[in-house]
């Protein structure tokens, strides 16, 4: 569901109670401006998790950087998980100019890692002491990169005269 001022209070406390790390009233702000890249996730109209994600634009492209995505323990293994970042692929897919999407992980949780690698995800990088006041305080980097043909929905080439002309060609 979309976060709203009325709700947002609600996506702090679960990203208090699944976080090992506190968030600070700024992400909050944006996360209000995030649109479809912020969502609350509801279980039998309970609010059980979130996901928060912002662009990260460079010299070598846009990607997608989630800085959340958490599931209130009872309700883990249910698939709400998997139904949030399907949510962030199908935004990241329809978009089409995204060159790939990351995280990080806190390298001894073992669970997040092993959920991430089901979709594609890979560990690129460990950050020491990217934590601070936590333990262990290093991070794995996650990312999966897009492939541009599967991800672009623009380059099926153009219809000439009933074939279809390939990039070079047109």
């Known amino acids: 569901g979309d976060i709203t001022p009325h709700n947002i209070k609600l996506l702090r406390k679960v990203n208090t109670v699944v976080f090992p790390v506190s968030y600070h009233d700024k ?6 401006d995030a649109g479809e890249l912020a969502k609350l996730a509801f279980f039998n109209d309970i609010v059980v998790g979130g996901v928060c994600c912002r662009v990260d634009s460079s010299s070598s492209g846009k990607k997608l950087y989630i800085m959340t995505l958490g599931c209130l323990a009872p309700y883990r293994r249910l698939g709400i998980g998997t139904k949030m970042l399907e949510h962030v692929l199908n935004v990241v897919k329809e978009d089409g100019n995204f060159s790939s999407i990351f995280l990080h992980v806190q390298i001894n949780n073992q669970s997040a890692i092993e959920f991430y690698k089901k979709f594609g995800f890979n560990i690129v990088e460990t950050k020491e002491q990217y934590y601070k006041r936590i333990e262990p305080a290093d991070a794995h980097v996650l990312e999966k990169f897009l492939k541009p043909d ?18 070079s060609e047109q």
């Open 150 to 167: 599967e991800n672009n929905s623009n380059n099926h080439g153009k219809l000439t005269n009933g074939t279809i002309a390939s990039e």
């Open 27 to 32: 992400f909050y702000k944006d996360v209000l």
